[in-house]
């Protein structure tokens, strides 16, 4: 998931969309890192990049990386989440990563994918709290499709059990808001 708008971080930071923020000694984009994670897992076929239309910048990196791209116009996670869904029904199942994540451990995301093969919705839990990617599998494909607005799936995990995985992985819940979110993570 990478068609949010970024308001909060553009605010304090000049302007410059979080996904497209430098996070590394490489000066890699926060995308670009978050994709390199999932793409360790998945083949470049099997990542489905959701980006804004109102944010071209990051569609062009995005396009970048050779997988295939959706470019929305999105009024929040539930309408970004239902759209991507929606072009990707002939999948078995899912796992939405957002792509302010640059911290996630690949292990994480494959811990998450394993869990699909036997549960209807997986995700990690850090020390207590619920971190992501998490995963459906395609039986919950029409409550997806049926999100709106900036709820994304919360009220899908609370009608459906939840296969929660335990992780020793901070990344999986230190998504980036603003700059400070990132600045207390970088050398």
């Known amino acids: 998931m990478a068609a949010g708008h970024s308001q909060r971080f553009k605010y304090a930071n000049k302007g410059i969309h979080k996904l497209l923020y430098p ?3 490489s000066n890699t984009a ?5 994709y390199q994670k999932a793409h360790t897992i998945f083949s470049m076929d099997n990542i489905c990049i959701v980006t804004n239309q109102d944010e071209p910048k990051v569609h062009a990196l995005a396009s970048q990386f050779n997988s295939p791209t ?26 939405i990563l957002h792509g302010d994540l640059p911290f996630i451990q690949s292990p994480t995301i494959q811990k998450v994918y394993e869990a699909m ?18 995963g459906f599998q395609k039986s919950l494909y029409p409550q997806l499709m ?9 009220q899908i995990l609370k009608k459906f059990p939840v296969m929660s995985l ?22």
């Open 70 to 95: 959706l470019q929305i116009q999105s009024h929040g996670l539930g309408d970004s989440i239902a759209q991507a869904v929606t072009v990707n029904q002939s999948w078995d199942a899912l796992l």
């Open 117 to 134: 093969q036997h549960h209807v919705i997986a995700r990690p839990i850090y020390h207590g709290q619920f971190g992501h990617p998490v």
């Open 146 to 154: 049926a999100l709106q607005g900036d709820q994304g799936a919360s």
């Open 30 to 34: 926060m995308l670009e890192i978050t």
């Open 23 to 25: 996070c590394d000694a």
């Open 166 to 187: 335990p992780v020793e992985d901070q990344g999986s819940i230190q998504d980036i808001d603003h700059p400070q979110d990132l600045m207390k993570h970088l050398p």
